[in-house]
């Protein structure tokens, strides 16, 4: 059981450029999610997931999308990168409960964009 | 919308010592509440969660937090702080699913 998993743990890209981020849980969970952490001000909801197929935008989805073409997968994507992307990436995952619905958190993923 | 204040950006405590980390939250009804500790160049780890009942919650690492509906705190203690604590933790707040607020985060440093 690895719980979440992130792909790839670090990249630099040059502005323009463009990448996709992989997230993979193995817990069945319903729900999905991609947050971006700076320094001084936490966690910040991008995008996150009700279930396959479904996608909703968060609190900073501005430059981001994402697609949940399986259950186990959410992939962010950056399509022309910006420096003010730099940052570290967080997915997690939470199952579909009316209470307990705490979140699991993958690795990072360390994003340089210069 | 619920939000998060941790007033303690950086917090220095020296080992065996005992340790309190600072959480408000502003909400209109009694929310979920969740303390996450980040070591560094990890994921978030749940520490422990409050939804309802006793208001005193008990969680992993010798850790506890106890809910104030009347200070709208959610403050995270530790008797006896060891040199592995050093981390970043975070107070969370959530009404739902897609809709869990962080704070900004409190780093603790263990002085031997």
């Known amino acids: 059981n690895a719980g979440v998993t992130q792909t790839p743990k670090f990249r630099v890209l040059k502005t323009g450029q463009s990448m996709t981020l992989l997230c993979a849980q193995d817990?069945?969970?319903?729900?999905m999610y991609w947050y971006r952490q700076d320094p001084g001000m936490g966690l910040r909801l991008i995008h996150y997931?009700?279930?396959?197929?479904?996608?909703a935008k968060g609190e900073v989805p501005d430059g981001y999308n994402v697609s949940r073409l399986k259950k186990q997968n959410f992939l962010l994507g950056l399509e022309s990168a910006a420096p003010s992307q730099t940052s570290v990436y967080f997915c997690?995952?939470?199952?579909?409960?009316?209470?307990?619905?705490?979140?699991?958190f993958g690795p990072g993923t360390r994003l340089t964009v210069t | 919308a619920q939000s998060v204040t941790q007033p303690d950006i950086h917090i220095t405590v020296s080992e065996g010592a005992s340790l309190e980390l600072r959480c408000n939250y502003s909400?209109?009804?009694?929310?979920?509440l969740f303390w996450y500790v980040q070591s560094p160049g990890q994921g978030l780890q749940l520490l422990l969660k409050?939804?309802?009942?006793?208001?005193l919650v008990q969680g992993i690492k010798g850790f506890e937090a106890e809910f104030k509906r009347s200070q709208s705190s959610f403050n995270l203690r530790k008797p006896s702080v060891h040199w592995s604590d050093a981390a970043e933790y975070f107070c969370?707040?959530?009404?739902?699913?897609?809709?869990?607020?962080f704070g900004a985060g409190t780093r603790l440093t263990v002085k031997p």
């Open positions: 817990m069945n969970h319903e729900y």
């Open positions: 969370a707040v959530g009404a739902g699913h897609n809709d869990m607020r």
């Open positions: 409050y939804f309802s009942g006793d208001t």
């Open positions: 997931s009700v279930g396959e197929g479904t996608t």
């Open positions: 909400y209109g009804a009694t929310p979920y």
């Open positions: 997690a995952s939470s199952p579909d409960r009316p209470l307990g619905y705490e979140q699991y």
